[in-house]
């Protein structure tokens, strides 16, 4: 079982930074692809970015391509999202995601992909 617990969300205005993280407890992460999916006020939820458990692949939502950047630091059993040149459509709540998988270089975009969600943690940016 692995529980994950995002941190980081907050209150910026359109152009700012903020930079989410996602800790993990109950398994080490080095064997989970991990990613980040955000659901808006009646929309559904949606991929943001995904990282393979080794690091060297990730993929990105167009929506936040060239302006977000997913890492991991599998020693701490985190995970990071920075979300730099922030607009109000990013406005959501930010979830973290992970799975238990074999392929080093996979990374999973589907949210059917993973097995442990967190809770979520709130990001709102006001125009």
């Known amino acids: 079982q692995v529980q994950l617990v995002e941190s980081g969300g907050g209150l910026v205005q359109a152009g700012g930074s903020l930079r989410l993280s996602c800790a993990a407890s109950?398994?080490?992460?080095?064997?989970?692809?991990m990613g980040w999916f955000r659901q808006a006020p009646g929309k559904e939820r949606e991929f943001v970015a995904g990282i393979s458990w080794s690091g060297g692949s990730s993929h990105y939502a167009d929506s936040v391509k060239g302006r977000f950047t997913i890492s991991r630091d599998n020693a701490k059993n985190t995970m990071y999202l920075q979300m730099n040149s922030l607009k109000p459509e990013d406005t959501a709540v930010y979830y973290c995601?992970?799975?238990?998988?074999?392929?080093?270089?996979?990374?999973?975009?589907?949210?059917?992909?993973?097995?442990?969600w967190g809770q979520g943690t709130q990001v709102t940016v006001s125009s």
């Open positions: 995601a992970s799975r238990l998988t074999a392929q080093r270089m996979v990374v999973l975009t589907m949210s059917s992909d993973y097995d442990y």
């Open positions: 109950g398994r080490t992460l080095s064997r989970y692809g």
